[in-house]
């Protein structure tokens, strides 16, 4: 990245590799080194600081156990993204850019989705790692939007409307709306919100797109 970019400027959690990063970075101008932990970072003071407020591009690999919290740390700090490129495990990125009413698609998928067009660049096998890991790894590219693809009354709301969806996927939308106890619902209100966002009685809500959460919550709204 030093070498084709006009600045990198990394956040390191690990103080341990401090020494080594003098090393291994020395020569390298264009290059400054943050110690943190990414999810207590206020990415648009640093990018303020760093790139007077400009776009940037952020590319990563992610610790895996935390690789949802830090793409969603990015996109709702408000920060100025062109892009993210992340390599994480693979069934991540599977559900990071599946589509409606396949068995990867979830709310992690709208979420990345909305904000976001991904991309697979390619796969990295286990096996391409020394000790290989017991996953596969993707690199994922996600071209950010300067503005969501959908418009909705509350988005909040429509958050919460997919949270319901798929906290029990199985179920239809109508019956998992009126069980998620944070919307407070009644079955009657569910039923009639989703015939006022001309979607079928019986739909589950691993049918429904981006647009027909926004039509969902629109309708909730009034």
Not at 93 to 108: E, I, N, S, V
Not at 141 to 169: G, W
Not at 194 to 203: C, Q, S, W
Request: hydrophobic content about 45%; overall charge neutral.
């Amino acid at each position: 990245m030093a070498s084709c970019a006009r600045k990198v400027v990394a956040v390191e959690i690990d103080r341990a590799l401090e020494p080594v990063l003098r090393d291994t970075l020395a020569g390298w101008e264009n290059v400054s080194v943050r110690f943190g932990d990414i999810l207590k970072t206020d990415l648009t003071k640093l990018i303020e600081e760093e790139n007077a407020g400009r776009p940037v591009r952020v590319a990563a690999n992610l610790p895996y156990y935390i690789t949802t919290p830090i793409l969603m740390q990015l996109f709702e700090s408000g920060a100025p993204l062109t892009s993210v490129t992340v390599m994480v495990q693979k069934e991540v990125a599977d559900r990071m850019a599946a589509a409606p009413g396949t068995k990867d698609y979830g709310a992690l998928s709208l979420a990345v989705q909305y904000r976001a067009k991904p991309r697979i660049a390619c796969i990295a096998p286990a096996g391409a790692f020394l000790p290989p890991p017991k996953v596969d790894s993707a690199v994922v590219h996600l071209s950010c939007y300067e503005r969501p693809p959908v418009e909705t009354k509350d988005e909040n709301m429509f958050f919460s409307l997919i949270r319901a969806a798929f906290a029990q996927r199985r179920k239809t939308l109508a019956n998992a709306l009126s069980g998620a106890a944070w919307l407070g619902f009644s079955k009657e209100q569910a039923t009639a919100a989703i015939e006022t966002a001309d979607l079928p009685a019986n739909v589950r809500g691993e049918r429904l797109s981006l647009e027909d959460f926004a039509r969902l919550t629109d309708a909730v709204k009034g």
